[in-house]
T-cell receptor, first 115, second 111 residues
Framework: GAVVSQHPSRVICKSGTSVKIECRSL??????MFWYRQFPKKSLMLMAT?????????EQGVEKDKFLINHASLTLSTLTVTSAHPEDSSFYIC???????????FGPGTRLLVL | EDQVTQSPEALRLQEGESSSLNCSYT??????LFWYRQDPGKGPEFLFT???AGEEKEKERLKATLTKKESFLHITAPKPEDSATYLC????????????FGTGTQLKVEL
């Protein structure tokens, strides 16, 4: 149980375009979803926390207008990187936790390369 | 501010050579301490949650322990398939489900 999927697994886009990443909880209802960013050989940096049906809470330094997060259902959250630039290239990972669950279950990650 | 420090940064073991990874933490009221395994290019895989000092949990060759200041991940007779980065994270009371991660220990087990 507790399976989380992400799509796409890899994406290459041109500078200035927008990219949408989907995160789905496959076998449980995710009341809270989290979006992380990870640089090579570095740990996970939390970008934002989203609760189903509510606006996301962004960590300090994360531009909410650039990284749009939607958590419209208990099984789906999306992260849209708007007007992507090369410095946005990174490994983006989502996680999900259910009601009354402290444990976060992670997706497989999405590798974004902005040319 | 919650902080997590893991050591060593990297560890190279021979197959069968047992060792321990350390996770030191400071947190304003510990709700839980989590261990994850991360393979290259993949998302973290949940291993254990520890809630209070003195607690221990085991899974195959892995055993996690917790004190008021640190946690250890003991690896007994490791195999090459145990090679991965092991991440420690803390969850503070009153912080929702938010996790603060350490930078991880990259473990390499050789034949």
């Amino acid at each position: 149980g507790a399976v989380v999927s992400q799509h796409p697994s890899r994406v290459i886009c041109k500078s200035g375009t927008s990219v949408k990443i989907e995160c789905r909880s496959l076998d449980f209802q995710a009341t809270t979803m989290f979006w992380y960013r990870q640089f090579p050989k570095k740990s996970l940096m939390l970008m934002a926390t989203s609760n189903e049906g509510s606006k996301a809470t962004y960590e300090q330094g994360v531009e909410k207008d650039k990284f749009l997060i939607n958590h419209a259902s208990l099984t789906l959250s999306t992260l849209t990187v708007t007007s992507a630039h090369p410095e946005d290239s990174s490994f983006y990972i989502c996680s999900a936790s259910g009601q009354n669950q402290e444990t976060q279950y992670f997706g497989p990650g999405t590798r974004l390369l902005v040319l | 501010e919650d902080q997590v420090t893991q050591s060593p940064e990297a560890l190279r073991l021979q197959e069968g050579e047992s060792s321990s990874l350390n996770c030191s933490y400071t947190v304003s009221g510990l709700r839980g301490l989590f261990w994850y395994r991360q393979d290259p290019g993949k998302g973290p895989e949940f291993l254990f949650t520890l809630y209070s000092a003195g607690e221990e949990k085991e899974k195959e060759r892995l055993k996690a322990t917790l004190t008021k200041k640190e946690s250890f991940l003991h690896i007994t007779a490791p195999k090459p398939e145990d090679s991965a980065t092991y991440l420690c994270a803390v969850q503070a009371a009153g912080g929702g489900n938010k996790l603060t991660f350490g930078t991880g220990t990259q473990l390499k087990v050789e034949l």
